[in-house]
């Protein structure tokens, strides 16, 4: 009978092949949770509920704005005086393109339009809070970061935005319905589907 036979397998260091396997798990096991005391440490960040990611190295085509197309002067002799590094006729003004597609003026002075007056007074009866969009802008952070998905979640990139906001989301086809039950009619609101029941 040849030494070693019918004894237990041992490794180089004269241990049994099952210790040192224990030993590595325990080695693995202890490495992740080191790193996720680390990763717990990393202080406050702002939560990220949608996660977009692109594969390709190129620009992002939703930042890049094409120029208005070039337009000759009626008078050649009358032009303006070149600006380096200043604006040019054609360069785009989607600020201004927004505010005339909403039909103001972009040369308009800020504040609150004459034509406007009585709408706004309507809808500031009940008094104007300074500094609310700071206060919503606070309390929207304190709901992400308490909302902000599981570590798996978080660790593979997962949407969590609609999980996140699902519970002070608004059901529109229920508040629709209520409304048309109350005697409001919504001439832009589209039909029930056929296979929906109103509620």
């Given at each position: 009978m040849r030494a070693g036979q019918g004894a237990k397998a041992l490794d180089s260091t004269n241990r049994p092949h099952g210790v040192r396997y224990v030993g590595m798990v325990a080695n693995l096991v202890a490495l992740m949770l080191a790193s996720l005391l680390l990763a717990g440490c990393g202080g406050e960040v702002d939560p990220r509920l949608v996660n977009l990611r692109?594969?390709?190295?190129?620009?992002?085509?939703?930042?890049?704005?094409?120029?208005?197309?070039?337009?000759?002067?009626?008078?050649?002799?009358?032009?303006?005086?070149?600006?380096?590094?200043?604006?040019?006729?054609?360069?785009?003004?989607?600020?201004?393109?927004?505010?005339?597609?909403?039909?103001?003026?972009?040369?308009?002075s800020t504040g609150i339009p004459a034509g406007d007056s009585a709408l706004y007074a309507q809808a500031s009866r009940f008094g104007v809070e300074s500094g609310i969009r700071q206060q919503l802008a606070d309390e929207d952070l304190k709901w992400r970061r308490k909302n902000n998905g599981r570590f798996l979640e978080r660790l593979l990139n997962v949407n969590v935005y609609y999980k996140a906001y699902k519970r002070v989301s608004l059901d529109q086809e229920a508040e629709l319905a209520r409304w048309r039950r109350a005697g409001v009619g919504n001439p832009s609101a589209p039909p029930f589907p056929k296979d929906k029941k109103k509620r």
């Open positions: 692109s594969d390709g190295q190129g620009p992002d085509e939703f930042s890049i704005l094409p120029p208005k197309p070039l337009e000759l002067p009626e008078d050649l002799s009358a032009l303006p005086e070149p600006t380096p590094g200043g604006e040019n006729l054609t360069d785009p003004r989607p600020l201004d393109d927004a505010i005339v597609a909403l039909g103001g003026r972009p040369d308009a």
